[in-house]
């Protein structure tokens, strides 16, 4: 990532382009907040009452220890004797007067008190704050000046600690992120209304930090390899999120044109919206059931707003996200219960904790070697299952939660048939000791489910269909592990392909085995969210899909068109092929657009 310091003299309002993934569509304008690299695992912090004393010495401290290094360097700017030298001295001299109760310090000082905000947070937030007020001015002098800020600034933060921290979730009104890469714990930490859009170096369309761009309803560009270049906090950028397009001080023109290109989007998602009241159901009246995939509590407006009929994946592993030590029982239930209850009757399947690969949660893998939670290693069930503690705890949540509507528990990361045996014997534990501690219980137990998400999985689905309750169906880890490709990898993105023919196959036997058991089954993965695919999945055989809730319209646009009948043949033929080219080509012919 760029260093925050702009050298002096270089055009800055030169408009630069970086093509990247779009992974969330839409497009944003507004200013850019540069997170350096090597920063993006250390959380943000809030400090507590008692504390803002203790930071705000830290700050004094880190301030005048700045003012003790200008000065060192002054001496030596005087020593050299010559114009350089005399130069060097006069911009260090502004330096130390910007050290003395500058608008920078002054307002980091109050920052800390007013916001509870750790002290690096607070000096970020100043930097930002005092860039968006002078890029307004467009004035070389001026830009000259905040370079001179940061340089400041970033001192300051040199001296707080070895990581400055930056305040991802209390960024100031129009901030877009840019970063070399974000976690999905980072994006999940970020307030959509006030960061109006995401742009990144590192990341693949698939992965989670995607995922949760979309849930946020965020523009993001993810994957922009060339980003590595010429953007700073401060500096105008627009997010087309849906292009996949980065620009970077944009000229009147490109302003023009893209101003345009958001308003076509928003006229064409209040088309959709108008889809709400409307049934899912085809041409020729095969009802579907669009459920949501949700992360965060947040997302509950926009399932509002699509009139979702369920929630069909809940990632209960960004609960334990962001935070130091895991959740509770009881705060883990408080949460279900609002998203159970807010579904007004609607079923919610709840996932049991799924963190391991890129989805890092401290506090429940901080203590573990790297080497642990790996993509093959220690994830989802496997972690749990190490874990029975942990997992006993979620179920406990789930159960009293049930009591206020249909739940449904899903098993992530399921390979063998005794993974939902130990599982469901933990869940019989954990009703039990609600039993005991005389709590009430509903009166089933909720279906127990299992993902199948692992190409072994899909190959033994019969199996595994004879001890789940229903399957369902992720897409994402399946193909990332049938082609060996990482989802969130952008240099293997061309080959994260849902419609390779072996991943289509495995969706196919999946489907087939659940039918075959008489058990329910889903998917949702991205695939699901993705109109071009409707017809495909529903020519398998699949009638329940669930996404990000702002796909649902216009997947149920896509199935109100649709003929099942014909969309059954189209699969045939599909399924006939052996390349993934001709079987976009066959699909885009039958959605019209070849
Ligand atoms: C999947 O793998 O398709 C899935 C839905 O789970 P996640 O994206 O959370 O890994
Ligand atoms: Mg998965």
Redesign the pocket.
């Known amino acids: 990532m760029p260093d925050q310091i702009r050298p002096v003299g270089i055009n800055v309002m030169k408009e630069q382009r970086f093509p990247g993934l779009g992974v969330s569509p839409g497009v944003a304008f507004g200013i850019a907040h540069v997170r350096e690299s090597g920063v993006v695992d250390i959380p943000e912090y809030e400090i507590r009452k008692k504390d803002v004393k203790t930071e705000e010495d830290r700050l004094v401290r880190a301030v005048r220890l700045a003012q003790r290094q200008v000065r060192r360097l002054q001496s030596r700017a005087k020593e050299m004797a010559n114009e350089a030298g005399e130069e060097l001295w006069a911009l260090l001299d502004a330096y130390l007067l910007m050290l003395d109760g500058s608008r920078l310090v002054r307002g980091a000082e109050k920052r800390i008190g007013a916001q509870r905000i750790n002290a690096e947070a607070a000096i970020q937030m100043e930097i930002a704050v005092i860039s968006e007020a002078f890029q307004a001015m467009d004035d070389t002098y001026i830009a000259a000046r905040l370079d001179d800020i940061r340089e400041v600034g970033n001192r300051i933060l040199l001296n707080l600690g070895k990581h400055p921290l930056r305040p991802l979730s209390a960024l100031p009104k129009g901030s877009i992120v840019i970063a070399e890469n974000l976690s999905p714990a980072d994006m999940a930490q970020l307030d959509p209304s006030t960061v109006v859009g995401v742009g990144t170096l590192l990341g693949g369309a ?1 992965g ?1 930090t995607a ?1 949760v761009a979309r849930a946020l309803g965020i523009p993001s560009v993810l994957g922009a390899t060339d980003l590595i270049e010429g953007v700073h906090t401060g500096d105008r950028v627009i997010i087309d999120g849906s292009a996949g397009l980065i620009v970077v001080n944009p000229g009147p023109d490109t302003l023009k044109r893209l101003e345009r290109r958001r308003a076509e989007l928003d006229k064409a998602s209040k088309r959709l919206a108008r889809l709400k009241s409307q049934p899912a159901i085809s041409r020729d009246g095969t009802v579907f059931k669009l459920q949501a ?1 949700i992360e965060l509590p947040i997302e509950m407006k926009m399932i509002g707003h699509v009139a979702a009929e369920g929630v069909g ?1 809940l ?1 209960s592993e960004f609960m334990f996200m962001n935070r130091p030590t895991v959740p509770t029982e009881d705060e883990q239930f408080e949460t279900m219960r609002h998203i159970v209850e807010g579904m007004n009757g609607y079923p919610v399947t709840i ?1 049991t904790l ?1 963190v391991g690969a890129e ?1 890092a949660a401290n506090a429940v893998i901080g203590e573990m070697d790297d080497s642990v939670a790996t993509a093959l290693g220690l994830r989802g069930i496997r972690l749990s299952l190490l874990r029975p503690d942990l997992l006993e705890t979620q179920f406990c949540a789930m159960l009293r939660a049930a009591n206020y509507g249909p739940v449904r528990i899903l098993l ?1 990361m399921v390979t063998t048939v005794s993974e939902v045996q130990q599982a469901r014997k933990i869940l019989e534990k954990a009703a039990a000791r609600l039993k005991r501690r005389k709590v009430k219980l509903p009166k089933d137990l909720p279906p127990l489910g299992t ?1 199948i ?1 692992v190409p072994g999985a899909a190959l033994a689905a019969d199996a595994l269909a004879q001890v789940s309750d229903f399957l ?7 193909t ?1 592990y049938t082609l060996a490709a990482d989802r969130a990898n952008e240099h293997v993105a061309s080959l994260f392909d849902p419609l390779h023919p072996a991943v289509l196959r495995l969706i196919q036997f999946t489907t087939g085995a659940a039918m075959k058991a008489r058990i329910p089954i889903s998917i ?3 695939m699901a969210g993705d109109p071009q695919l409707t017809v495909l999945l529903a020519g398998l055989g699949l009638r329940e899909f669930s996404m990000s809730p702002s796909n649902i319209p216009r997947v149920k646009q896509r199935i109100r068109e649709m003929d099942a009948v014909a969309a059954s043949n189209r699969a045939n033929l599909i399924m006939d092929q052996v390349d993934s080219g001709r079987i976009r080509m066959l699909l885009d012919d039958f959605n019209g657009l070849a």
């Open positions: 698939e989670h995922i995939n994946l990632r996932r799924d989805k992530p993902m998400e369902a169906i992720g897409s994402n880890d399946l990332m949702c993965g991205e």
